[in-house]
């Protein structure tokens, strides 16, 4: 069993910058793909943010690519997402993921996680 609680999201202007943490339980963290997915107001959830076990590669959606950055610490169980340049289309709450120990086939695709955050609440004023 794995709980993931995220923290970090609020209010920020366009142009802003919020970093997201989850902090994770149990044993196997290190063991898990870990991503970010959000969902906007009145839109069906997608991928943001996926990162290897070891954290040595990351995958990112077309849209925030070169503006979020997703990385992980294995010691403390924690998965972050800096993002910066926000922009008010980011509006959305953010959830964190924690993939199944077995091999993914897609790192973007929701049924490849087991684990899911109550999600955190990003809004970006224009």
């Known amino acids: 069993q794995v709980q993931l609680v995220e923290s970090g999201g609020g209010l920020v202007q366009a142009g802003g910058s919020l970093r997201l943490s989850c902090a994770a339980s149990?044993?196997?963290?290190?063991?898990?793909?870990m991503g970010w997915f959000r969902q906007a107001p009145g839109k069906e959830r997608e991928f943001v943010a996926a990162?290897?076990?070891?954290?040595?590669?990351?995958y990112y959606a077309d849209s925030v690519k070169g503006r979020f950055t997703i990385s992980r610490d294995n010691a403390k169980n924690t998965v972050s997402l800096q993002m910066n340049s926000l922009k008010p289309e980011d509006t959305a709450d953010y959830y964190c993921?924690?993939?199944?120990?077995?091999?993914?086939?897609?790192?973007?695709?929701?049924?490849?996680?087991?684990?899911w955050g109550q999600g955190t609440q990003v809004t970006v004023s224009s």
């Open positions: 993921a924690a993939a199944h120990v077995t091999t993914l086939i897609s790192y973007s695709r929701e049924a490849e996680y087991e684990y």
């Open positions: 990162i290897s076990r070891s954290g040595g590669s990351t």
């Open positions: 149990g044993r196997t963290f290190s063991s898990r793909v």
